[in-house]
């Protein structure tokens, strides 16, 4: 079964699995009824909250640990659990896949499971955790491009029915958030241009958002919760086209913006 989708999910604040009024909780729980109705046979994340040094994957034979990589929130999250099985074939191919494009080295995590940036989302998509899962680190050290190529070297696993999704915040400045007052006009600038050089096809001006975009570093002080779009980008392809499938910004400045990536058919 091939795919011809990627994804790029923003999953903003851990709370998003247990508070019902964030907005973008109720678009993920429509997810396969409303997004994405095909079952993947399994499905490589990529997300923010895992950032190393060098590209890792997490090989799990069994099911994946629940991570719990936040301090301070209500009791009830840290007894959720999303046991998805492993993924270590598909682990084995995306190692594969990246040293063939020349990522020189891959490294294998044969203990880690999945962090909250997979596991909320997840949950909230597919709650039956009845489909394997691999996750896949971004080096923050690197650019955007490098994360593009690395999307472009996993462009082959949709032939094979693996679902990639890009996990973090379109807009994702923890020291801005603003509980008391409306949308920062900076966050909604940034969100509006990425959402107009998406749907306008110019990745390439993506993959140099620091030059292009208004307010680029106060969007993103880090970059490791923006280069999960950028990888799903380049596994859709060039002439892939870009669809807004989620906006709404909480606390201020924290975007939700959720976008699908098809590949052009022809």
């Known amino acids: 079964m091939a795919l011809k989708d990627t994804f790029y999910i923003s999953h903003g604040s851990p709370t998003l699995s247990i ?14 009824k409303d997004v994405y109705g095909e079952k993947p046979k399994s499905i490589l994340i990529i997300s923010g909250h895992w950032d190393t040094t060098v590209p890792t994957v997490n090989v799990i034979q069994t099911n994946n640990d629940t991570i719990y990589d936040f301090y301070g929130f209500p009791k009830p999250m840290y007894q959720l659990k999303y046991p998805a ?3 270590p074939h598909l682990a084995k191919r995306v190692k594969e896949l990246l ?18 940036g997979a596991w909320v989302p997840l949950m909230l998509m597919y709650p039956e955790a ?11 050290n690197m650019d955007g491009t490098y994360h593009y190529n690395m999307g472009k070297a996993l462009a082959p696993l ?24 409306g949308v920062a006009p900076w966050a909604l600038e940034f969100d509006n241009w990425l959402k107009d050089a998406l749907i306008d096809g110019r990745y390439e001006d993506v993959n140099h958002y620091e030059q292009k975009a208004p307010h680029a570093r106060k969007a993103h002080p880090h970059p490791d919760h923006f280069y999960p779009l950028h990888v799903a980008v380049g596994a859709a392809g060039e002439n892939s086209k870009a669809k807004l499938i989620h906006s709404s910004i909480e606390l201020g400045t924290l975007s939700y913006a959720s976008y699908q990536f098809t590949s052009d058919s022809s």
């Open 19 to 32: 508070d019902e009024s964030i907005v973008a909780r109720k678009f993920l729980q429509s997810w396969k």
């Open 85 to 87: 099985p492993g993924a």
């Open 99 to 116: 040293k063939n494009s020349g990522f020189n080295r891959v490294d294998e995590d044969k203990k880690r499971g999945l962090d909250h």
């Open 130 to 140: 009845d489909i394997p899962v691999c996750q896949l680190s971004v080096q923050s």
């Open 158 to 181: 949709k032939d094979e029915g693996v679902l990639i999704i890009g996990s973090g915040s379109a807009v994702h400045n923890l020291g801005a958030l603003n509980f008391h007052s």
